[in-house]
């Protein structure tokens, strides 16, 4: 008996070192669920339905969003980031990943789950390199539905690059600038660069507000990000885009005014203007004659927060300048109204 309590105490207080180890280390497991339901007010929500050109949140009826699991290890001078998707909104976010598997002359593969894989070294208090693949550092929205206030995403956001694959070294210049700089493969090529070409990137901090760029020798897209604090209820975003694709060129603007009316719930507005010339990115889907085209998009979001889940009821309306949607008669429209419902769990 005096051997099993000895044992039994030796195992537990192996557990309890572990778990001071794994404490000390910062290793964590953190991530989201996420569903929705949705459905348009002016346009078929059958099998001729029809949905903005932006990404995600684009399925009619109850929907899936994504199963989104994130490991990371934080060391007082090394750690890294293992972020992995799954579901439609998942594979939306990591389209460029099938390279791989194309290359073999199969489909699928296990890269299409990968967000994110990188690994980082502190080499100085002032100066951090990553290494790997990691979400695209342009733009006011993110493709986890827990960073982003409106379930939906901007045009902005979905024509802009995702993510990228390569090296990047922050700089801390100051308490209030930062510098940013980059190597990588073409915009969304993550698993290896199918090219031999590469983009630069670089992106200028200061409180807040971020300045970013990234190019190639016959593209580039310049972008501001940045936000203020009004009071402590109400909080303005913004986001200016420009992205020059070898001719055909995109660029807009959002304003993103957020309310919090108590503890638990808040409710916010993106208004966003896009426009593309010379049939841009393709995301608006209807051009003039020259290849131009525009659209306002108007989304009313408010967000209810339950412990963990968070509830996202939201109003969105998409007017372009030519027909680039359906009305419930089939016939092209401009303008198209939608309905969404999100549930939200984070851990």
Known sequence: MKRLITLSMLFMASVLFAQEGVEAAKFTLSGSIDAYYRANL???????????GSSFANLPGFALGMANVVASYEGEKVGFVADLVFGPRG???VFGSPMYQSLKGTFGGSSQIINQLFVYWNVSESVKLTFGNFNTFLGYEVISPVGNFNYSTSYLFSYGPFSHTGLKADFALSEDFSLGLMLLNP????????????????????????????????????????????????????NLSYADLDGPAFYGAAIYPQLATSDSFSIGLRAEYFAETEGGAGGIGAYDTDGDGNVFEFTLTGSYIIDNLTIKPELRLDSASENAFINNDLAPTKSLGSFVLAAIYSF
């Open 91 to 93: 594979e939306d976010a």
């Open 42 to 52: 002016n346009a078929p929500n059958d099998e001729n339905f029809i949905a903005p």
């Open 187 to 238: 915009t969304d090529m993550t698993e290896f660069n199918p090219s031999g070409d590469y983009h630069y990137g670089a992106q200028l901090g200061y409180s807040g507000q971020y300045l970013n760029f990234i190019g190639s020798s016959n593209t580039f897209q310049i972008d501001y990000t940045g936000g203020f604090d009004v009071s402590d209820a109400f909080h303005l975003g913004l």
